[in-house]
């Protein structure tokens, strides 16, 4: 099984703005592939320009919102390559595409760490804080999963908002479960 890290990735888009999406980066070695699903902006922006900034999230309504439209946070340049990483975070790396394989689905971008930086003392997520990198990875593959399946593991899901979620975390849960909602008709 892949070791995969749940980050948050901005790309450079043509018009010179950035793309920041959550990506889980699959560890490869001493790289890690980031591997988008079509259609995605990140694709077109890794092979127009193959850099990419991957960051960990201090506020997990980041990738809550990222997967629910909300993508406008706070940035900061990269220290080391010509791009912006999101600002409130444990730790960032900025990663250079040494090779691409294409795929119709999901191209995989192989990519070296050139740079990396720890902000913050990370001590670890709360439950909570786990159940919305869940629900957010759930709420992008609604196309791709029954509809039983995902009513029974955000149900399961929903226990650990519950028990120890927060005002942020309850934010971010209720931007997922609309998403949901939304997408299955319900």
């Known amino acids: 099984m892949a070791f995969i890290l749940e ?46 900034a991957a960051a960990a999230p201090v506020d997990l309504r980041v990738i809550a919102g990222a997967v629910t439209g909300r993508r406008d946070w706070p940035t900061v340049a990269c220290e080391t390559i010509d791009l912006v990483r999101l600002a409130d975070a444990f730790g960032h790396m900025e990663l250079a595409v040494e090779s691409v394989t294409e795929d119709a689905l999901r191209p995989r971008f192989r990519c070296k760490v050139v740079h990396s930086a720890s902000h913050l003392p990370f001590v670890g997520y709360n439950r909570a804080q786990a159940a919305i990198i869940e629900g957010a990875i759930l709420s992008t593959r609604l196309d791709l999963l029954p509809r039983e399946k995902i009513e029974a593991e955000m ?15 309850q934010e971010a849960w209720g931007w997922i479960e609309e998403k949901i909602r939304d997408g299955l008709g319900s």
């Open 7 to 52: 980050t948050v990735v901005t790309t450079r888009n043509a018009d010179g703005s950035h793309h920041l999406a959550p990506y889980g980066l699959i560890q490869d070695g001493e790289g890690y592939v980031i591997a988008p699903f079509h259609p995605s902006p990140a694709i077109e922006n890794l092979r127009r320009r193959p850099f990419a």
């Open 155 to 169: 149900a399961y899901l929903r226990i650990a908002i519950s028990k120890t979620a927060g005002p942020v975390e």
